[in-house]
C-alpha cells in the first residue's frame, strides 16, 4: 500500500499567519498519461465529517477560499493556509486515489 | 442538495455482524461510485472500501478484506457494508462517502455523511 506521511502532526499560528501542511508518499502518485497527480486534500472539523477542499493536488473545490492552496508533484505535496483564520481551526488529512486501494495521510491539527 | 445519512450502526459483540446502510439523494446515485471510511475513536481516517456506480468492482481494504462486504441498491439509493466477524479494532465511526465519479478504482470523495457510530465490545 502507498503510505502518506504528513508533517508537522500538529501546528499552532496566530491569526493571519501562514500555515504550511506537507504530505509525503511513500512512491509517486503522478501520472504522466494525463498529466495529473491523485492527491486531495480533507479538513475535518470536531464532530463533522471531513469535507473535500483540493482534488488531483491543486484544484480547489468550489466555495473553498482562495487563501487554500494545494501544490507538489510526484511524492511531495504541499497544503498552505495564506492567512489562518479561526474558522481554519481544524484537522487537515491528504489521500492519495492512485491506487485501488485508497489511503490517508495521519492528519496535521492547525490551532490558534 | 446532496446528503447522506447512515445507519445501522450500534454495540455489537467480538465476532458479531452488523449491516450498515447509507441513504443517498440529491443526485443522480446510479451514476457515482459509492465508498466507505472509518474513523477509530480520537484516531485518523481510514479508507474501507468502495463500489462501482453499477455495483462491479468492488474494493476492500486488507484489514477488512474477506470479512466485510460491500453492495448497493441504485433502486433505493442506497449503499450498504455487511460486517462479519467483527473485531474491537473495527469500533469506529464509519463515514458513507460519494465519489467524485463512476469507477471504484481512482477516486476522491466529494461529499461525507455525518457518520455512524459501530462499537465492538464484550
Known amino acids: 500500500d502507498i503510505v502518506l506521511t504528513q508533517s508537522p502532526d500538529s501546528l499552532a499560528l496566530s491569526l493571519g499567519e501562514r500555515a504550511t501542511i506537507n504530505c509525503k508518499s511513500s512512491?509517486?502518485?503522478?501520472?504522466?498519461?494525463?498529466?495529473?497527480?491523485?492527491l486531495a486534500w480533507y479538513q475535518q472539523k470536531p464532530g463533522q465529517p471531513p469535507k473535500l477542499l483540493i482534488s488531483?493536488?491543486?484544484t480547489r473545490e468550489s466555495g473553498v477560499p482562495d487563501r487554500f492552496t494545494g501544490s507538489g508533484s510526484g511524492t511531495d505535496f504541499t497544503l498552505t493556509i495564506s492567512s489562518l483564520q479561526a474558522e481554519d481551526v481544524a484537522v487537515y488529512y491528504c489521500q492519495q486515489y492512485s491506487s485501488l486501494l485508497s489511503t490517508f495521510g495521519q492528519g496535521t491539527r492547525v490551532e490558534i | 442538495e446532496v446528503q447522506l445519512v447512515e445507519s445501522g450502526g450500534g454495540l455489537i459483540p467480538p465476532g458479531g455482524s452488523l449491516r450498515l446502510s447509507c441513504t443517498a439523494s440529491g443526485f443522480r446515485f446510479r451514476s457515482y461510485a459509492m465508498s466507505w471510511v472509518r474513523q477509530a475513536p480520537g484516531k485518523g481516517l481510514q479508507w474501507v472500501s468502495i463500489i462501482s456506480s453499477g455495483g462491479h468492482a468492488p474494493h476492500y481494504a486488507d484489514s477488512v478484506e474477506g470479512r466485510f462486504t460491500i453492495s448497493r441498491d441504485n433502486s433505493e439509493n442506497t449503499v450498504f457494508l455487511q460486517m462479519n466477524a467483527l473485531r474491537v479494532e473495527d469500533t469506529a465511526r464509519y463515514f458513507c462517502?460519494?465519489?467524485?465519479?463512476?469507477?471504484?478504482?481512482?477516486?476522491?470523495?466529494?461529499?461525507w455523511g455525518p457518520g455512524i457510530q459501530v462499537t465492538v465490545s464484550s
Open positions: 512512491q509517486s502518485i503522478f501520472y504522466s498519461l494525463n498529466n495529473k497527480n491523485y
Open positions: 488531483w493536488a491543486s
Open positions: 462517502a460519494k465519489g467524485y465519479s463512476d469507477s471504484s478504482g481512482y477516486s476522491y470523495f466529494d461529499h
